[in-house]
């Protein structure tokens, strides 16, 4: 069996990203292979389909089944290129093993199942392939890093993190809403992991793909997993977000790939303001400290009045004041509202500590 080390993925622009490749769905055999080798002449060197689609609704494609396998070894045989699918049960990782699949990704209908991930990972159990984990479709690191951890404790050595964002009544323009927030905290819980973007499931059309693509590069992600089709308007799944090789092609040319730590540049400017900002912060949580012990007087002296810790004309006037400030200054809108509703409510939360403690005696 051939072993992958996570770092050989890294292929295609430039030295560093992973690009995993391929459609959706694997539909026909002919599909399967003109796609996989129109991938292999644009350099890529992995290729995904689904098997088994989980569909939300039935009565949907749900996948041509253990044939397609079939047709993505035929793809291997003629061109080379890895094999990556997704599994969701330990019956479709045991036909996988069969085919000689050599990535698996685990969706994210089923990474936000525990009973289904820990049903995995023991089936994992002694396997050296990569996994990838997407993220759950709700927005929850913790099930993230808790289906990231089933397969560490099942010795699975090489496990990737796939961000495609997740599920919301109102994802805006996204067909999922990307919430950057939570690939950043897992890659700060595990800083080790690969991580990836499927632009693709993100944006739900072809517009918007490169400029969520070129946002995960500028995040430091490692890499991708896009959906590409030879034929996409065609496609039986998800057509209206796969692009064809060539424009996979074009757009990889075309993302700007940055380094964490440039080689070669000079790092004294960045120290200096670096210091300065450090500065900065200190005198932050000073003027912070400050005014808590402020919110602490007052919240003894309502106490004493018996008088409501919210007073909605006073912090609406905070807000709105603070606002305007910021607006005049050209500081960012939605920043001042984050930063003054987090103060308001540790404000709140001290003052209702301080009106419900009880007084000896
Ligand atoms: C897929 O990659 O085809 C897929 C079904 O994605 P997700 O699990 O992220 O919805
Ligand atoms: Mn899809």
Redesign the pocket.
């Known amino acids: 069996m051939e072993i992958l080390n996570i770092q050989d993925w890294r292929i295609s622009v430039g030295s560093k990203p992973v690009i995993i490749a391929g459609p959706?769905s694997a539909e026909t055999e002919d599909q399967v292979l003109m796609t996989a080798k129109s991938l292999v002449s644009k350099g890529i060197r992995i290729f995904r389909a689904?098997i088994w689609?989980?569909r939300t609704r039935p009565n949907a494609f749900e996948g041509i089944g253990s044939i397609g396998l079939q047709w993505m070894k035929r793809a291997k045989e003629e061109t080379g290129i890895l094999l990556a699918t997704?599994v969701a049960t330990p019956e479709h990782l045991e036909e996988c093993l069969e085919t000689g699949i050599d990535i698996f990704w685990i969706?994210?209908?089923t990474s936000a199942n525990p009973f289904a991930m820990q049903e995995l990972a023991e089936a994992m159990k002694g396997m050296d392939l990569p996994v990838l984990v997407?993220n759950p479709v709700n927005p929850d690191t913790d099930l993230w890093q808790g289906a990231i951890e089933r397969l560490q404790i099942a010795g699975i050595e090489r496990i990737g993190a796939v961000h495609?964002g997740v599920s919301s009544y109102d994802p805006g323009p996204y067909r999922n809403v990307p919430l950057w927030e939570m690939p950043i905290e897992l890659k700060r819980r595990i800083p080790d992991i690969t991580m990836l973007c499927?632009p693709s499931?993100i944006a739900g059309n072809r517009i918007m793909i490169e400029s969520v693509a070129q946002k995960a590069f500028d995040l430091n992600f490692d890499g991708l997993m896009i959906e590409t089709h030879n034929d996409p308007d065609q496609a039986w799944t998800d057509a209206q977000q796969q692009i064809n090789p060539e424009q996979l092609d074009r757009m990889l040319r075309s993302i700007k790939l940055r380094l964490v730590h440039p080689e070669g540049i000079s790092y004294e400017q960045l120290d200096e303001w670096r210091d300065k900002i450090d500065e900065l912060d200190i005198q932050m949580l000073e003027i912070l400290l400050k005014r808590m012990e402020i919110v602490n007087e007052i919240g003894r002296y309502k106490k004493a009045c018996n008088m409501t810790i919210l007073q909605p004309e006073r912090w609406n006037n905070v807000l709105m004041k603070n606002i305007r400030q910021s607006e005049e200054k050209h500081l960012g809108k939605d920043l001042i509202t984050k930063i003054f509703f987090a103060i308001h409510e540790e404000s709140i939360r001290k003052q209702t500590e301080i009106m419900n403690k009880k007084e000896p005696g």
Do not use: F, L, Q, Y
Request: hydrophobic letters at 10%.
């Open positions: 959706c689904g689609k989980p997704e969706g994210a209908r997407k495609r499927d499931h």
